[in-house]
């Protein structure tokens, strides 16, 4: 009887050490399953940020109010796009689709805000043959614009291309635009803060320009609190914050730059002044876009 319990208990504690086998087997699995799909997701979600956040062409579209605007440019079509950094995610197909879309537009002008190229890419002479020949097919009725963000400073690349154009570049100076009237908007341009190349007082010394409809041009958008106490502005278009790369739906730029601390998102009003912040079309530092693809915008100008 002894005999035949020890022989009953063995028999149980082996199915025991078997059913425990068992189980930590099945744990074993359901780990590696969780493992092998965060990993996947990860990976995905990585992939999708560097191919598929990075890819296409978004054109945000904004309506601009404002009654300062003269009758005669009731309409007016203002195409932006800035932050190329040509070579980084943004290549040579990105610009002949990029020109082809403006082009599309029908823009009255074209601006340019900066970072035709990024300081860590290094940029041959087929690339710059590229740039001129594509830049150089961009058509606006009235006229095309640019200044220089702080990548731009690195190299001659931004005045070879830009001078190979009709762009006209407005470091720090300003043009006055005529459209169907004799009443003109002044426009403006600056340098980049970044470079210590800011000239405020020369770029809005034009006499009358506390009563013209003022658009400015600048690459870092917290540049706008310097230019606002002694300035008059309408519209300011800026870029360099790449609207953080990634953003999240009703919070916005997840990581802000230098010179884009204040003001990296979109939009802004200030006063009586629009400010508009391009989310780009290339990337710099990281490779990576997320509810943010590459975007120019189109503004239309109507004074009621």
Same mark, same amino acid.
């Given at each position: 009887?002894?005999?035949? @319990? @020890? ?17 930590? %087997? ?48 009731? +309409?007016?079509?203002? $195409? ?21 879309? =403006? ?7 074209? $601006? ?20 001129? @020949? ?30 190979? !154009? ?13 459209? %169907?009237?004799? !009443? ?11 470079? /210590? #190349? ?26 706008? #609190?310097?230019?606002? &106490?002694?300035? %008059?502005? /309408? ?13 999240? &739906? ?15 998102? &979109?939009?802004?009003? =200030?006063? #009586? ?5 391009? +989310? ?13 693809? &590459? ?10």
């Amino acid at each position: 009887m002894s005999s035949r @319990e @020890e022989k009953s208990k063995k028999i149980e504690e082996e199915m025991e050490s078997e059913e425990k086998k068992e189980k930590q %087997h099945r744990q074993l699995l359901r780990i590696f399953f969780i493992f092998f799909l965060l990993t996947f997701l990860v990976v995905g979600f990585f992939c999708y940020m560097r191919f598929v956040g990075t890819s296409g062409l978004v054109v945000r579209e904004y309506k601009v109010v404002d009654k300062m605007l003269p009758e005669s440019f009731h +309409g007016f079509k203002v $195409v932006h796009f800035s932050d190329l950094h040509y070579q980084s995610t943004f290549d040579y197909s990105d610009l002949k689709h990029l020109v082809t879309e =403006i082009n599309r537009l029908k823009p009255d002008i074209v $601006v340019f805000t900066g970072d035709l190229t990024d300081q860590g890419t290094q940029i041959q002479e087929k690339d710059i043959q590229q740039l001129q @020949e594509e830049l150089g097919k961009i058509e606006a009725s009235t006229g095309l614009y640019a200044v220089r963000g702080n990548h731009d400073y690195a190299d001659n690349t931004f005045d070879l291309v830009f001078q190979a !154009t009709s762009f006209q570049i407005l470091d720090n100076r300003y043009d006055l635009i005529y459209y %169907h009237g004799s !009443t003109p908007i002044l426009i403006t341009g600056l340098g980049s803060s970044l470079q /210590n #190349d800011l000239d405020i007082g020369q770029a809005y010394s034009y006499i009358d320009s506390q009563s013209l409809f003022t658009i400015s041009l600048f690459h870092e958008p917290d540049v706008i #609190d310097q230019i606002l &106490p002694n300035n %008059h502005v /309408n519209l300011a278009l800026s870029g360099h914050s790449h609207n953080g790369q990634i953003t999240l &739906p009703k919070i916005g730029a997840i990581m802000t730059v230098d010179g884009a601390k204040k003001y990296p998102n &979109p939009y802004y009003s =200030i006063d #009586d002044t629009k400010l508009f912040v391009s +989310g780009g079309l290339g990337t710099s530092v990281y490779k990576l876009r997320l509810f943010n693809r &590459p975007n120019i915008n189109l503004y239309r100008l109507v004074n009621s």
